[in-house]
Nanobody
Framework: QAQLVESGGGLVQPGGSLRLSCVAS????????MGWFRQAPGMERQFVAF????????YVAESMRDRFTISRDVTENTSFLEMNSLKPEDTAVYCC?????????????????WGQGTQVTVSS
């Protein structure tokens, strides 16, 4: 079971950028897929991106692909979500999550381990 801790959220003006980090511990990460999800108040949890830990292959939701990038540092057991050209509608709690390599990586119930989340607020 992995323990996940996010950081990097905050208040940013529209058009700004943030880099979220997710430090993972307690698991065998070569078997893992690491995902990022977000949830705005009153909304369902939304898939953002995932990365396959051992290969680095990744996928970002189509609606965010031109602005968001996911990456990882295997030496630091950390995944990153780089977010650019932020919009007010990007405001949400962003969570990272870990799963094994079975099941769809865009589906929140497939993920066994979750971080507490970090708040991102995009406002002028």
């Amino acid at each position: 079971q992995a323990q996940l801790v996010e950081s990097g959220g905050g208040l940013v003006q529209p058009g700004g950028s943030l880099r979220l980090s997710c430090v993972a511990s307690g698991g065998t990460f070569s078997k893992y897929v690491m995902g990022w999800f977000r949830q705005a108040p009153g909304m369902e949890r939304q898939f953002v991106a995932f990365i396959i830990w051992n290969s680095g292959n990744s996928y970002v939701a189509e609606s965010m692909r031109d602005r968001f990038t996911i990456s990882r540092d295997v030496t630091e057991n950390t995944s990153f979500l780089e977010m650019n050209s932020l919009k007010p509608e990007d405001t949400a709690v962003y969570c990272c999550a870990a799963k094994d390599q079975s099941g769809p990586a865009t589906w929140p119930p497939a993920y066994a381990d979750w971080g507490q989340g970090t708040q991102v607020t995009v406002s002028s």
